[in-house]
């Protein structure tokens, strides 16, 4: 067996290898989702939050100021007098700090305990924004505490702006329950990020451990090792790659039995008719004294061993068109007329054996194939029927259709096949009795070359001993229906 070169045998580059290529996608599909809990949750979260805080906070300014807006005049004890009848812990504003501030920008009313943390939403613009009628709020997010402030103007029935109502609220609790929600997260994107690195890991190492098999067993199978096998557990694609691998090797080994076997017998084949030539001519020349009548004798027989040569070579070149599928150009065979020339032509060798042919042939026996594969079934059936068969015998050819099939059968009262070689018959070289073949000018070839065909032409073949002596083969064709273009055209 020749060496296989590895010089075009490519080998993996890390940042282009299956292996890295699956961790980089993993990965990134990890990221993606680690950010988006990071980011989209804590800020979906935050902005509820503010949502909230903003419905809430202008409810209680604009109630406060609706409250104040009957007063003729905005002053600092009519205004603290309103403020404690609208008893505030009533009104669910407890931790709300609340400012009202008259028109002259003068504060009326402030919270007794100051407010808490720095208040970033009270400056003189907004001051200004709310006196000119327009209702301002503010939030934020700092310090872990939420910041909210509205503004709203305080307007008479006459429309005049009498002042501004400024509400805040510090909530501390809502930002410790965000941070807490956002260490959370943070705590569980780690742990996430850890498993994934884990299992990524684990799954790349399962799926390159499969791969490295496979590709330690077509290295294998590369160097001519067709015995071996993987197993692969499991029932997903690569168990199953695993088992058509398998499958393959099976029947690559197969193949190469055959392909040896067919090279030695084919050697032998042909090895056998040169050696007769070779000693036969070597016989001439060594032999200067030799008669005219041995050496005609001698080249009679160097020229039937190079027919016989002849008829092996062509043999062989037609099993090797039917191994590689050349393709034919098929049409609609009439059989009968194909049995009929082909009889004609075999009839003398039949009767140089004192053999008689007989034919039963229906018409319309019409199939796909081509008027040369048809040909090649018939000559060899017949010729096989006719050479291995006894003197006075006889060889029946029988034509017969209906609308499943077309069969067509040859039977002989030849010497038969014995029960125990039938299922061999039509290996190539395979032959019952080797010395009678060699002197009938047999090559094993010619029912191998009959069953390919057959199946070339999706027909069946079978061979059985007859009753009375010899055998029968009988071929079966579907019937050809032309196509809807064959009947146009």
Known sequence: MGTISRDNVRKPVLFSSIKTKFALMYFSIIAVVLILMNTYFLTRSRDMIFASKKAFVEKQATFISASLAPLDDLTVDNVDKIMKQLDISKLDISELNTTI???DG???FYPVDGSDGEDAGFTSDNVRIAMEGNDVFFLSFSNGAFSSSAYTPIIKSGGDIMGI?????????????????QSTIQNI???????SIVMVGFFIWTIMHRISLILSAIKSVREGEYNYRIQIRGSDEMAILGDEFNSLTNRLRETDEVRRRFVADASH????????????????LQNEEMDVDTVHEFVNDIGAEAERLSRTTEKLMSLTRLDTKVTTKREDVDIRRVVTSTLRMLNP?????ELRIASRLDGGCFVY???DDIYQIVFNLVENAIKYNIPNGSVTITLTHSQQEIVLTVDDTGIGVPEDDLPYIFDRFYRVDKARSREAGGSGLGLSIVRATVRENNGKITAARRAGGGMRFQVTFPPYTPSKSDTEA
């Open 101 to 103: 501030i008259g028109s």
């Open 189 to 195: 994107s780690i742990v996430v990020a850890l498993l």
């Open 269 to 284: 084949e042909l090895k056998t008719p040169l050696a007769s030539i070779r000693l036969l001519s070597d016989s001439i």
């Open 165 to 181: 109502v400024y509400v805040r609220e510090y909530d501390i609790e809502q930002g410790k329950i965000l941070i807490g929600l």
């Open 369 to 371: 194939s081509t008027e």
């Open 106 to 108: 003068n504060v009326l």
């Open 349 to 353: 060798l039949a009767e140089s054996r």
